[in-house]
Antibody, heavy 119, light 109 residues
Framework: EVQLVESGGGLVQPGGSLRLSCAASGFTFTDYWMTWVRQAPGKGLEWVANIKEDGSETHYVDSVKGRFAISRDNAKNSLFLQMSSPRADDTAVYYC????????????WGQGTLVTVSS | QSALTQPRSVSGSLGQSVTISCTGTSSDVGAYKDVSWFQHHPGKAPKLMIHDISERPSGVPARFSGSKSGNTASLTISGLQADDEGDYYCCSYAGSPYVFGTGTELTVL
């Protein structure tokens, strides 16, 4: 069974930093692009970033470029999102998701981790 | 990249059908077959209902169907059941980025 479990959320001050993690199990992690999606309070889903199977290619939504960094540790079946200089509008539940191999859709999701940016 | 446009809410009675639209542009919905739909209940993981415009993952009832015409994709739910209630989001690949819809709250009367 595919499982994605996010962790690392919490309260962070504007301008601080926070690292989110996503532990993957139940599938061959190295075969899949992975992604982060977020949902701000009362808002819809927003794609944040994705990363290729071997970590050699990454893409970001414009609003986080230069501030967030997606990475992965294939030896530990883990996905990460390093959040630097977060802003209040980065407050959201952050979900990791798997991108179906050979396709461009998100076929499995975690339950999410809440990040609150506030002083 | 702007969010795809969905109706804020739709409703239907038990057993009836509803259709949720998702309007984008020629750079996203109109350009790719990679349109998917998700059901989301707050606090839970989103669930994939449709991918590649009209393909249903295993385990998703045939009551759920998808289509696309031009820059607008649609999700139709027939034979509405109580547990179909929730928020529904479309999503389109748009080159490097992905773009989600604004979300639609489905109420089953």
């Amino acid at each position: 069974e595919v499982q994605l479990v996010e962790s690392g959320g919490g309260l962070v001050q504007p301008g601080g930093s926070l690292r989110l993690s996503c532990a993957a199990s139940g599938f061959t992690f190295t075969d899949y692009w992975m992604t982060w999606v977020r949902q701000a309070p009362g808002k819809g889903l927003e794609w944040v970033a994705n990363i290729k199977e071997d970590g050699s290619e990454t893409h970001y939504v414009d609003s986080v470029k230069g501030r967030f960094a997606i990475s992965r540790d294939n030896a530990k079946n883990s996905l990460f999102l390093q959040m630097s200089s977060p802003r209040a509008d980065d407050t959201a539940v952050y979900y990791c998701a798997r991108i179906r191999h050979g396709y461009s859709f998100f076929d499995s999701w975690g339950q999410g981790t809440l990040v609150t940016v506030s002083s | 990249q702007s969010a795809l446009t969905q109706p804020r809410s739709v409703s239907g009675s038990l057993g009836q059908s509803v259709t949720i639209s998702c309007t984008g542009t020629s750079s996203d919905v109109g350009a790719y077959k990679d349109v998917s739909w998700f059901q989301h209940h707050p606090g839970k993981a989103p669930k994939l209902m449709i991918h590649d415009i009209s393909e249903r993952p295993s385990g998703v009832p045939a009551r759920f169907s998808g289509s696309k015409s031009g820059n607008t994709a649609s999700l139709t739910i027939s034979g509405l059941q109580a547990d179909d209630e929730g928020d529904y989001y479309c999503c389109s690949y748009a080159g490097s980025p992905y773009v989600f819809g604004t979300g639609t709250e489905l109420t089953v009367l």
